[in-house]
């Protein structure tokens, strides 16, 4: 198993994010897209709280919609998260009433999180893989642990834009050490929501952090994101046009952001992070995601 060569190494230090084609086989897409075509149509609606999930910059809008229970006990298991735009507007003279889809809900979902890595075959086998355990080598992780994995749908007219962030804000560690690995399970070009990378934004580091609101120890049942701006230089930004079964390593501190999707197919993509296990890094206990059971999954031992 080779890792990464010399030059793709190189590549991932200057831009902070480096993509690689045809790293899935079409087998593999297939399984994984099967899966997510199971996901979508089997889970049941009538238990479902009907919790959207956002990444937006407002803090109060973000906390109403992804601060609950649903959200914030989901990092071990599969849970189904809506698009904002998928409810009707809800009645003034009944308040309390539940929200209402516009769509069918297979049509209406945002994204599927977040343990698929070890509770569905499909995405378990290209996550855990030795392929991906080379990569990490490669990228000098001694102890890395998989965490936060997810199937971002991005329906067709629905799909919601994700504003610049940096995936460290969301899972950091003290030193910072997330990477993101980004599968592309259909095409994902221009106008079809595809990631912009702000070349080189990485070096400027973390700048505002995403974590539980509502107590010191992290104990709160809220999320939002503390004060701090993300601003990438316009002649940074690459909108990458990338195939299916392509992966894009993303490093943790580089700025990056997805449109809307305005096109007429979806575009399903599958992601999960690893950050650094060994001693003398610091899971951040305000993370909105804590580990559970045995901990984060072993990419290696
Ligand atoms: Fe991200």
């Known amino acids: ?7 793709q190494l190189t590549s991932f230090h200057q831009n902070g994010y480096l993509v690689l084609p045809d790293y899935l086989t079409p087998t593999e897409i297939t399984a994984c897209l099967t899966e997510t075509h199971h996901l979508l149509d089997t889970f049941p609606l009538d238990t479902h709280p009907l919790t959207q999930f956002t ?3 407002n803090p109060t809008t973000t906390t109403q919609h992804v601060g609950d229970e649903y959200f914030l006990t989901s990092g071990d298991k599969i849970r189904f998260f809506f698009e904002p735009d998928a409810f ?8 309390t009433s539940r929200p209402t889809l516009t769509k069918p ?3 209406a979902i ?3 999180g977040h343990s698929l ?15 991906n355990a080379e990569i990490a080598k490669s990228l000098g992780f001694k102890d890395p642990r998989v965490l936060q994995s997810m199937v971002i749908c991005k329906q067709p007219g629905i799909g919601g834009a994700v504003p610049s962030h940096r995936d460290s804000e969301f899972l950091y560690t003290d030193p910072p050490s997330a990477v993101g690995w980004w599968f592309a399970l259909q095409d994902a070009g221009s106008g079809n929501a595809s990631l912009g990378m702000y070349r080189g934004s990485q070096r400027v580091g973390v700048k505002r952090r995403f974590v539980r609101l509502g107590s010191e120890e992290g104990t709160g049942t809220g999320t939002g994101f503390e004060a701090g701006e993300n601003v990438g230089r316009e002649e940074d930004l690459e909108v990458l ?13 580089v700025l990056h952001k997805s449109e809307r999707n305005t096109g007429d197919r979806s575009r399903f993509a599958y992601t999960f992070h690893v950050i650094e296990g060994a001693e003398g890094w610091t899971y951040d206990e305000r993370n909105w995601l804590q580990p559970t059971g045995e901990g984060f999954s072993r990419l290696y031992q």
Request: hydrophobic letters at 35%; aromatic letters at 2%; glycine letters at 8%.
């Open 1 to 7: 198993m080779p890792g990464l060569t010399p030059e």
């Open 55 to 57: 990444t937006g910059d």
């Open 88 to 95: 009707a507007p809800s009645d003034p003279t009944s308040p």
């Open 105 to 107: 809900k297979h049509l």
């Open 110 to 112: 945002n994204k599927i």
């Open 117 to 131: 890595h070890t509770l569905s075959a499909p995405f378990r086998a290209i996550s855990l893989s030795e392929k």
């Open 241 to 253: 046009d990338v195939k299916a079964g392509s992966l894009v390593l993303i490093h943790g501190n």
